[in-house]
């Protein structure tokens, strides 16, 4: 089944920094482009980054620029998150997925393209509280 698992959430003070991780199943994510996902409590879930298969593309939601950043080391087969300046509108459950209709490019945009993306995993919790 190809299924991802997200790790590395927890509970942090606003201004902390985390550090997710992604990791599949049982395929390889080489050739896709992979996504990060925010579900806040209550509401839908966001796209908040992605990076193309070579990782030599970014892509990044407003909210996050600058304080996020996509990574991707293809020989471990892995996908991070690392999470600066966290603020206490980033707490949810965090999503990685892969992209199955770019070719291993990024949509031009994360907003409404959830559908884009495939083999979802159970996600991973973020807290942030002082």
């Known amino acids: 089944q190809m299924q991802l698992r997200e790790s590395g959430g927890g509970l942090v003070q606003p201004g902390g920094s985390l550090r997710l991780s992604c990791a599949p199943s049982?395929?390889?994510?080489?050739?896709?482009?992979m996504g990060w996902f925010h579900q806040a409590p209550g509401k839908e879930r966001e796209g908040v980054a992605c990076?193309?298969?070579?990782?030599?593309?970014?892509l990044y939601e407003d909210s996050v620029k600058g304080r996020f950043t996509i990574s991707r080391d293809n020989a471990r087969n892995t996908v991070y998150l690392q999470m600066d300046s966290l603020k206490p509108e980033d707490a949810g459950s965090y999503f990685c997925?892969?992209?199955?209709?770019?070719?291993?490019?990024?949509?031009?945009?994360?907003?409404?393209?959830?559908?884009?993306?495939?083999?979802w995993g159970q996600g991973t919790q973020v807290s942030v509280s002082a």
């Open positions: 997925a892969a992209d199955w209709y770019h070719g291993g490019d990024c949509p031009s945009t994360l907003v409404g393209r959830g559908s884009d993306f495939g083999s």
């Open positions: 049982q395929f390889s994510l080489e050739a896709y482009a």
């Open positions: 990076i193309s298969s070579t990782g030599t593309k970014t």
